[in-house]
């Protein structure tokens, strides 16, 4: 499947702004046997003093901006287009959970994909006891690590609720999930901590979903912005595997990976600091359109 | 020991009647005989020559030299501001040159150890990869910081200056209890603790062959220099700012190596450099020492919250522009887990088993290691695996919320158990006698072209009570000097070398942050001084007029009501806030003000909060406000007579000369007002400090005319308006871009305009619509001082 990708976001600031740094996470990964960028590319407006791209620790494009100050309006505008394929379902030979510590214990890297990032505290997921408790009553005897990734996401996607009013981009996993509440972010950090509470790996995934649906289906909540999900390590054989909290679904075609990380704060489309922002104003404009 | 002092002759048995070391632990002062060391004879013999009235007489020399130099620390267990004194045990520990050797050869084998494994993490990962570490140890860690994952470090090495902490087993042996890599703190504090002891054995220290701090200091000041880019740039030290428990430590290293102290947001990164914002336009470093916490260092890439950082370091570092000491990232191998594992890699990474054993550590994130700790939890603590503190820092050793094999099978990979070993004793001063307290030493080595550099002595911690596993500086703690005796005598040193040429040292550049803080510290003392005298002049009237015919009174008590001061309210609600406000601005750039500024400043805080009392109103405040500001002249006068006429000292003359301008403009505009009540005038003179030369001027009353032309034009008055402006006019042409090509800038053409027109003005002229603008002028040139320089 051929999407082509266009992104606007737009900070407003009032009444100018200050020096500026800014991390921007934004164009659509290559993944190999998954997902290639055809073509992309990221304009900025006002022309930045500095602009660098690198790639940071994950795996991720990033690229580094710098404004000297005095404007009132940022835009960063995304044009891509990128191949996805979708992997056809596979027999689910993953590790039974009480294998799992075994196997990870075994993997002796600290590469990017290695599972021993995903597994502890990170800055946004702080497993809580509710949470972990949550999980665990959702085990079944000899459920394999992948068939526990899909009854904690399908869970979430009954129990808690879309609501893109009741929190914002800082609010904690803990609160949204005694709200039963949230955005696509809540619902992917709130099943990573749950993952984690059980010991399997968990990360965080940014994308894009395609925004209109193919014929005869349902519009993917989510579509109007940036999207997340998750990523699950079930044992040696499987590897990663990506849920979809919050459509329940296993991510195929209609996926398009931006960057993974541990959890938000490492993904975050436009990380940086503010200077005397405080009357920043965003909006978010996204177009997923597959080409015939 | 009784036995001590019959072996000794009795020579001093009144010194050591009551020291009686613990069986089962080493001693400092007497060996496992009881026979006292021989290092120690000479301060023994030196304490018993002399009563214990005269021994206390001494000691308290120490406590003077560390009240007099400001050495305090702050509570960091607790969020409030509480500063206290320096908590000094004015006997060092005493130890012999041969110790000395051991502990040095034992710990730079240790540093380079902890280099290599440093390295490895942040670059070919081969300890992980060949399961020398666990992978989980690692990535659990707070302090592996994937952003520095593959950067090489500017100069090539991670570790520049480190600190361990030691202790003596009951064997006898030395033994490491923590190594600090991530920001070590006390270096400075040792030096300080040397020149205190040194006070109080002034007549022993010359002669008793310790080894010199000096040179250590002086060859890690000279590595730091070495490591900038090129002459042009420079080495600062990253401080959280004053808030932090040691930043008196911070702003007292700058001072003594002569580095700029820097807060995260004094610099930005442009094109990949890092710079410091100074009055002079950006300035390269290219050097930090930091005494920050890796993760606060940039927002950017690591903690996203922190205030604390500059934005874009990370990156500066990755491009090799900056040399981090230590690098960002190098407290991975602080963390106390990582002791289970140094034994096993210090042969394979330095060819040799560690000549210094550390304290007995298990990880508990495997399993054999956690089952042996279940078995013998008794004799050992139970801790978080990352933490660097010491075992006897811990609170409790587990939590009895659950059985133990649960919470170790539960969180086993974030825990660590190390042995509770009992710590050798040392003695210290009590109510005329020695009696022995558990110690232990925290030694500093820094990297020197040469290879490590150890300080020799200067800190050691020593323990409350008598139970010898608890040494902890917050729970009421001392500290001591350590001194290393040589068996001949020792050079005395200080930091400059003996053989330099003379050499005028370059004039340090001044950060924006600091210029702002001194310009604010003199508009506010200024401030303080001009309520003084408001609120002297209101109690010396309200002692003398009568009730009910008071206009002058109501007017004077509205016009403190127009800067925020209520005439009714206790002095010190008034004062106290006033004074913080000048304190806080001076403890922001405490490497830059004289230690005599900042106490007369400490002073006159404690003053004005005993200001009230009773029935204290009318003459007897008026009494004890005139007391108040003498204290305040003192502080100007150490201010203006003692400091060095460098920039930071033009910021500080042009806040107070700003502030004083634009007072007395308002005074003014009130007080000789036409339709002010009688008195008026004369308190306008009061309040101006001028009564003497208006009466020697004009040899008439007041009038308008002769109190506006002494209280603002006249140019020989130092509190006239014309006077403050004429110095303000001097002072900017002094700055740093001013007349640089004959042309001048806003601020300059600005403050002309308002100094000429001023000068040929005249008291009929200057009414008080004139005066009102003109303090409206004063403003202005402040708001184009800040946008040109403060910012």
Redesign the interface.
């Known amino acids: 499947m051929l999407y082509d990708i266009g992104l606007t976001i737009t900070y407003s600031y009032a009444p100018t702004s200050g020096?500026g740094?800014?991390?921007l996470r934004l164009m659509p990964a290559t993944l190999p046997g998954r997902q290639r960028l055809v073509a992309g590319r990221l304009a900025v407006e006002p022309r930045p003093a500095?602009e660098?791209r690198w790639t940071?620790?994950?795996g991720n494009a990033v690229t580094?901006v710098?404004f000297a100050g005095g404007h009132a309006q940022e835009r960063f505008r995304l044009s891509a287009r990128v191949e996805v394929t979708a992997a056809p379902p596979a027999l689910d030979l993953s590790a039974p959970l009480a294998r799992l510590g075994a196997e990870?214990?075994a993997?002796?890297?600290?590469?990017p994909a290695?599972p021993?990032?995903f597994?502890?505290p990170s800055?946004r997921v702080r497993p809580w006891a509710g949470a972990t408790d949550y999980a665990r009553a959702l085990l079944g005897p000899d459920m394999t690590t992948l068939a526990i990734v899909q009854a904690v996401g399908q869970a979430l996607h009954r129990d808690m609720r879309f609501d893109a009013q009741a929190t914002t981009v800082d609010t904690d996993p803990a609160e949204a999930f005694a709200r039963r509440r949230g955005v696509c972010q809540d619902f992917s950090q709130i099943m990573i901590a749950c993952l984690r509470g059980l010991g399997i790996p968990a990360g965080y995934v940014s994308g894009f979903l395609r925004t209109t649906p193919p014929p005869g289906r349902a519009r993917l909540a989510g579509a109007d912005a940036m999207h997340a999900w998750v990523r699950a390590w079930c044992g040696v054989e499987t590897g990663w595997v990506d849920y979809d909290p919050t459509n329940a679904v296993m991510p195929g075609a209609d996926h398009i990976v931006v960057a993974q990380g541990r959890d938000y704060?490492d993904v975050a489309p436009v990380?940086?600091?503010l200077r005397l922002a405080a009357a920043a104003v965003t909006t978010q404009a996204v177009d997923v359109l597959p080409l015939p | 020991m009784g036995g001590a002092a019959q072996q000794t002759g009795g020579r001093w048995a009144a010194l050591l009647a009551r020291y009686a070391p613990m069986p089962g632990v080493a001693d400092e002062l007497m060996d496992p005989a009881g026979r006292v060391r021989p290092v120690w004879h000479g301060l023994l013999d030196h304490l018993a020559a002399r009563s214990p009235a005269e021994v206390d007489a001494q000691i308290a020399r120490g406590e003077h030299y560390l009240r007099d130099a400001g050495v305090f620390t702050r509570l960091y267990s607790s969020k409030d501001e509480t500063e206290r004194a320096w908590p000094l045990s004015p006997v060092p520990v005493i130890l012999p040159e041969r110790d000395w050797t051991h502990i040095a050869e034992g710990l730079r084998q240790r540093a380079d150890l902890l280099e290599a494994v440093v390295r490895d993490l942040y670059g070919p990962?081969r300890l992980?990869?060949?399961?020398h570490l666990?992978?989980?140890l690692?990535?659990?860690s707070p302090e592996w910081l994937?952003?520095l994952?593959g950067a090489e470090p500017r100069g090539g090495h991670f570790l520049h200056l480190l600190a361990f902490e030691l202790g003596r087993s009951p064997d006898g042996g030395w033994f490491v209890l923590g190594d600090r890599t991530q920001a070590p703190s006390g270096a400075g504090f040792a030096l300080e603790n040397r020149v205190a002891t040194s006070r109080v054995f002034s007549d022993l220290y010359p002669e008793a062959n310790v080894e010199r701090l000096a040179p250590f200091f002086r060859r890690f000041r000279d590595a730091l220099n070495g490591l900038r880019a090129d002459d042009d740039s420079r080495v600062g030290i990253l401080t959280p700012g004053p808030m932090n428990d040691t930043y008196y430590e911070h702003a007292y290293i700058a001072r003594y190596l002569g580095f700029m102290l820097l807060q995260g947001d004094d610099m930005?990164?442009?094109?990949?450099r890092l710079m410091v914002r100074t009055v002079a336009g950006p300035r390269p470093v290219s050097v930090l020492w930091r005494r920050l916490d890796a993760a606060f260092a940039d927002?950017?890439?690591l903690?996203?919250a922190s205030r604390l950082g500059t934005?874009?370091l990370v990156?500066a570092i990755r491009a090799g522009q900056v040399g981090m000491v230590n690098a960002l990232g190098a407290g991975v191998v602080e963390a106390r887990a990582l002791m289970a594992f140094l034994p096993r890699l210090a042969p394979l990474l330095t060819g040799a088993p560690l000549r210094l054993p550390n304290i007995a550590t298990w990880w508990c994130g495997q399993a054999a290691e956690r089952d042996y700790v279940a078995r013998n939890a008794g004799r050992m603590m139970i801790g978080p695996a990352h933490s660097n503190r010491l075992f006897f820092e811990e609170q409790a050793g587990h939590r009895h919320d659950r059985p133990l094999a649960d919470w170790l099978e539960a969180e086993g990979?974030?825990l660590v158990a190390q042995e509770a070993v009992a710590l050798s004793t040392t003695p210290v001063w009590d109510g005329g006698a020695l009696v022995p307290r558990p110690m232990s030493l925290r030694v500093f080595l820094a990297r020197t072209p040469d290879g490590w550099a150890v300080m020799p002595g200067g800190y050691a911690r020593i323990g409350q009570g008598g139970e010898t596993t608890a040494v902890t500086m917050q729970a009421g703690g001392r500290v001591a000097d350590v001194w290393v005796v040589a068996d001949a005598p020792v050079a005395a040193e200080t930091m400059v070398p003996p053989t330099a040429a003379f050499r005028r040292s370059e004039v340090s550049i001044l950060p924006a942050r600091a210029a702002d803080n001194l310009f604010w510290l003199g508009r506010y003392v200024e401030r303080v001084e001009a309520v003084v005298r408001l609120l002297r002049a209101y109690h010396l009237r309200l002692a003398e007029t009568d009730r009910g015919e008071r206009p002058l009174l109501t007017r004077l008590a509205g016009f403190l009501a127009l800067q925020g001061v209520a005439v009714e309210a206790p002095l010190a609600a008034v004062l106290a806030p006033r004074v913080a406000a000048a304190r806080a601005c001076a403890g922001q750039v405490r490497d830059r003000f004289s230690i005599d500024g900042w106490l007369a400043l400490t002073d006159l805080g404690q003053a004005v909060a005993t200001l009230d009392s009773p029935g204290a109103t009318g003459s007897e405040a008026a009494r004890r406000l005139g007391q108040i500001l003498r204290q305040i002249a003192g502080f100007s006068g150490l201010v203006h007579e003692n400091m060095y006429r460098f920039t930071g000292w033009r910021f500080l003359t042009l806040g107070r000369a700003l502030e004083r301008a634009n007072a007395m403009a308002w005074t003014l505009a009130e007080f000789a007002d036409p339709a002010m009540p009688d008195g008026a005038l004369d308190l306008a003179v009061e309040v101006g400090d001028s009564l003497m030369t208006h009466r020697r001027r004009y040899a008439v009353a007041t009038t308008r005319d002769t109190v506006v032309d002494l209280l603002a034009l006249d140019e020989r008055n130092p509190r006239a308006i014309l006077y403050q402006l004429d110095l303000v006019r001097d002072l900017v042409d002094r700055l740093p871009g001013q007349g640089a090509d004959g042309q001048l800038t806003p601020l300059a053409r600005r403050v002309l305009k308002v100094q000429t027109d001023l000068a040929v003005a005249d008291p009929g002229t200057l009414d008080t619509a004139a005066l009102q603008a003109l303090r409206a002028r004063t403003d202005e040139i402040a708001t184009l001082l800040a946008r040109a320089y403060l910012t």
């Not at chain 2, 930005?268 to 990949?272: K, T």
């Open positions: 020096p740094r800014h991390l500095e660098r940071d620790f994950w580094e710098a990870l214990a993997q002796r890297s600290l590469g290695a021993h990032h597994l502890g800055d704060a990380r940086g600091i | 990962g992980v990869a060949e399961g666990p992978a989980a690692v990535a659990g994937r952003p994952v930005v990164v442009q094109d990949g927002p950017l890439e903690d996203a934005p874009g990156g990979a974030a």
